[in-house]
T-cell receptor
């Protein structure tokens, strides 16, 4: 089973709202990732969590706040976003042993009005 | 800045033909190489990975890696219209298996 789930599938929010994206995997993977993908562009890495610790922050603005409550769950808290933050937000996870393959969830399509 | 380069396409092939997609990368330290398929409006799906020089086959897909030339390719045999998608090449660079993606090649398989 290589399933990563993400909720919600779609999210529309105003610039003053606070919302959260959720990602879950039950494969025992110990590394989890947030990516942002704009239309007709490749995914861009935002954050990496390894063993529930934030390991990489790719200079992401503080209006994006990641959280890893446990080894299966990853959240992305959103606050005071801008219209240019509208994108597909992808979560991925990677196994701790064996291969280095990253598996993506279905993504959350975010629209900021 | 580490880079991964792909032709953006579109690469148009007739049904039943072999589609050949290519990718070059700049980081000589890269160890792992991936091909993802992405349909419009969907998330990337891992279809092939390769870690050693040479060829790796899985069904209709063959990945080829040449670390000396810093070159990765994907061959799709007996192409089907359902293979029409954007193919993303990704390589690891740096710690925590950070992935660097190419811009993607759009493949169109016509009946």
């Amino acid at each position: 089973d290589t399933e990563v789930t993400q909720t919600p599938k779609h999210l529309v929010m105003g610039m003053t709202n606070k919302k959260s994206l959720k990602c879950e995997q039950h494969m025992g993977h110990r590394a989890m990732y947030w990516y942002k993908q704009k239309a007709k562009k490749p995914p861009e890495l935002m954050f990496v969590y390894s063993y529930e610790k934030l390991s990489i922050n790719e200079s992401v603005p503080s209006r994006f706040s990641p959280e890893c409550p446990n080894s299966s769950l990853l959240n992305l808290h959103l606050h005071a976003l801008q219209p240019e933050d509208s994108a597909l937000y992808l979560c991925a996870s990677r196994g701790a042993s064996g291969g280095n393959e990253q598996f993506f969830g279905p993504g959350t399509r975010l629209t900021v009005l | 800045q580490k880079e991964v380069e792909q032709n953006s396409g579109p690469l148009s092939v007739p049904e039943g033909a072999i589609a050949s997609l290519n990718c070059t990368y700049s980081d000589r330290g890269s160890q792992s190489f991936f091909w993802y398929r992405q349909y419009s409006g969907k998330s990337p799906e891992l279809i092939m990975f390769i870690y050693s020089n040479g060829d790796k086959e899985d069904g209709r897909f063959t990945a080829q890696l040449n670390k000396a030339s810093q070159y990765v390719s994907l061959l799709i045999r007996d192409s089907q219209p359902s293979d029409s998608a954007t193919y993303l090449c990704a390589v690891t660079s740096g710690g925590y298996n950070k992935l660097i993606f190419g811009a993607g090649t759009r493949l169109a398989v016509h009946p």
